[in-house]
RNA sequence: GGGGUCGUAGUUCAGUUUUGGUCAGAACGCAGGCCUGUCACGCCUGAAGUCGCGAGUUCGAAUCUCGUCGGCCCCGCCA
């Protein structure tokens, strides 16, 4: 496989079969066992690992590898021999064979390595981003990368054998002041005047749509200003689709086929279609989030009603008390962790009751009469020895407290091992607006160009709080893998909804003037979608940040360790891009 | 912008509070030697540290104080 001037296999492929073969292999040193008279080298290259014996008269041969360590490149010639069957390794896929080395070219040689080249590695991860190429040459980390190419591979099988086009938009853009930060670039012809690295190619996809392209897909790198987090890096990949003539059936069947291709083709698991939908209010009053994680349950209740009227201040003042139950039970010192979250989210703090010897106990029992006692029993299925949260106040703020509480007990007790359980779910009826207490302003959830539902049209004056969009979100185990939207793709619909969050047809002119150009020449109805590949990838591989689904990632600081980007420059470049560094660190 | 946490041989860590002083330590790796069958080879010997960096307190700082740099995690922000 993979024959080359410098070898005639790899070292993952011999067998048994291959007995009596004279064959030279290439790769890196990953151990030599040295026994004085005979020598192993484990010879490892991207397929696999052989062992090459050099036997006890080679006595050159053994000279020759002396001062040979891991991870120098070598170069073996010699015969395949079956291996005496007390002396197979079971472990590796070459381990019922070993090469018996008649000649050996040191191909070059290698520094001790900052770190063990091995799988059960435990080091910082800043010294492995640094050495990233060394990081690779290990399995788990290379498994991961194989997997992002069949990722794409897969994917782009099924697009294109569904009449999708791959076509390539710029980089290299203009600023749209909307949503995300992007990243600038001066133009050296062009002095005073910037590009934006693309955050996404929304606006050329939906232009594409009016060029007639009513399928088109890209592997799309979207540049993001804004600060790190373990699932977001400063550049990453989207799977960017928009089709024409289409409603949110059809992407969600289009998605869906491809995320059971992608899975079916990368890991093997078959997912159930269609998935299961749930409305954006839904999730945030069962879940307490728009991307809930189906794994387990501990399903938030409203107990505003058991509650009003039991005269304690808290409860008689907010808006709403929603509780749950997470099935456990929780000693004061967890039952403070719970605490600490809900601070984090805004909360003065959580509210919580325990049932043991048939008993509720917590603060807030006394306020509770018996009725209403049994009724949160009854409403939380609530037994013996569980612990129930309780928060009290604004919709959105309580559910969302609740909902990451909610997140914590499913990692403490119920996710663990089960990362190769994929709960998909379609998130719809996204409310198009919302409002800005500080600002004063209705501001889009998603971005303009949404399309209102049909039947909720009539509110955009009235009542926008009351509209919602044709948005989808498209959530796996509690990650947001996609989202996106049927387009508004006609002028009295875009010019409405402007008019609602404050842009003046200036403005947006201002802004977006090519996209409102190019819908006055036959925009036909389109919508799209946006899988982010990186947290697809992560998801499917069941890895919990994203800097392993990536080659060279950046860090939180979006820093390139290893190539120690960014940097400065010089002077004269600066000067031939007109710009004057105002501050620079160490002056 | 805010909060948390970590930083000690090449690497992973112990030592840091109660107690500032026999506190520069282990394992892996590395180097030298020995060893027909290992695959986490084994055995013997050895080298190896600006305790992230800077300032301060002190007779004395890995340990206490302040500052600073960097990694990771979270909130804000962000599809």
């Avoid at 296999?9 to 005979?38: F, M, P, Y």
């Avoid at 024409?244 to 079916?264: A, N, P, Q, W």
């Amino acid at each position: 496989m993979y024959e080359t001037k410098l070898r005639t296999h790899t070292c993952g492929e011999l067998k048994k079969s291959s007995d009596g073969q004279n064959v030279v292999l290439a790769g890196w040193v990953k151990k030599k066992r040295d026994h004085g008279e005979i020598v192993f080298i484990d010879l490892r290259d991207r397929y696999g690992v052989t062992q090459v014996i050099i036997e006890k008269e080679r006595r050159d041969l053994k000279e020759q590898v002396k001062n040979v360590r891991g991870e120098f490149v070598l170069q073996v010639s010699g015969k395949v021999r079956k291996r005496p069957l007390d002396m197979v390794n079971e472990e590796i896929a070459t381990g019922e064979i070993e090469v018996v080395a008649d000649k050996i070219e040191i191909l070059n040689e290698s520094e001790v390595p900052p770190f063990e080249i091995k799988d059960d590695l435990n080091v910082q991860e800043e010294l492995r981003l640094k050495y990233r190429y060394l990081d690779l040459r290990r399995n788990t980390l290379k498994e991961t990368i194989i997997a992002r190419h069949k990722t794409i591979q897969s994917m782009r099988t099924f697009l294109s054998e569904n009449g999708f086009l791959e076509i390539e938009t710029p980089v290299l853009t203009r600023n749209t002041p909307e949503g995300a930060r992007d990243y600038l670039v001066p133009s050296r012809n062009h002095i005073g005047k910037f590009y934006s690295m693309a955050q996404s190619p929304q606006l050329y996809k939906q232009l594409l749509m009016v060029a007639g392209f009513d399928r088109y897909y890209q592997f799309a790198r979207c540049f993001r200003d804004e600060d790190m987090r373990s699932d977001r890096q400063p550049e990453f990949t989207q799977i960017d689709i928009e089709m024409s003539f289409v409603d949110e059936e059809d992407v969600y069947r289009i998605t869906e086929g491809l995320m059971k291709k992608v899975f079916h083709d990368v890991i093997s698991y078959e997912l159930d279609t269609p998935f299961l939908r749930l409305t954006y209010k839904e999730a945030m009053e069962r879940y307490g989030s728009d991307k809930p994680d189906l794994r387990y349950g501990c399903e938030i209740n409203d107990i505003t009603d058991i509650v009003k009227g039991s005269g304690f201040g808290v409860f008689e003042n907010a808006d709403f008390t929603f509780a749950y139950n997470t099935k456990q039970s929780l000693s004061r010192k967890q039952i403070d962790e719970y605490n600490d979250v809900a601070k984090k989210y805004g909360l003065p703090g959580l509210f919580y009751v325990k049932y043991t010897e048939g008993e509720l106990k917590g603060s807030i029992v006394k306020y509770l009469g018996e009725i209403s006692k049994e009724k949160l029993i009854e409403r939380l299925d609530i037994l013996s020895g569980n612990t129930i949260f309780i928060a009290s106040g604004k919709w959105k703020r309580t559910l969302e407290t609740l909902g990451a509480c909610r997140r914590k007990t499913g990692n403490d007790f119920y996710i663990e091992g089960r990362g190769n359980e994929y709960n998909f779910l379609w998130i719809t009826r996204f409310p198009m607006f919302e409002w800005n207490e500080d600002e004063e302003k209705w501001e889009p959830c998603h971005h303009i160009f949404t399309m209102p539902l049909d039947e909720d049209i009539k509110f955009i004056e009235s009542d926008p709080g009351k509209v919602h969009g044709k948005l989808y979100d498209l959530v796996c185990n509690g990650v947001e893998i996609s989202s996106g939207s049927i387009r508004a793709f006609k002028k009295d619909i875009q010019e409405r909804i402007m008019n609602v969050i404050g842009l003046s047809n200036e403005e947006a002119e201002k802004r977006f003037g090519f996209l409102i150009e190019g819908f006055k020449y036959g925009a036909p109805p389109h919508g799209g979608i946006a899988p982010g590949l990186d947290r697809l990838i992560m998801i499917m591989l069941n890895r919990d940040n994203i800097r392993d689904v990536i080659a060279f990632p950046k860090s939180l600081q979006a820093s390139g360790i290893m190539e120690d980007s960014p940097s400065e420059v010089d002077d004269r470049r600066l000067t031939e891009l007109g710009l004057k560094l105002i501050k620079k660190k160490g002056s």
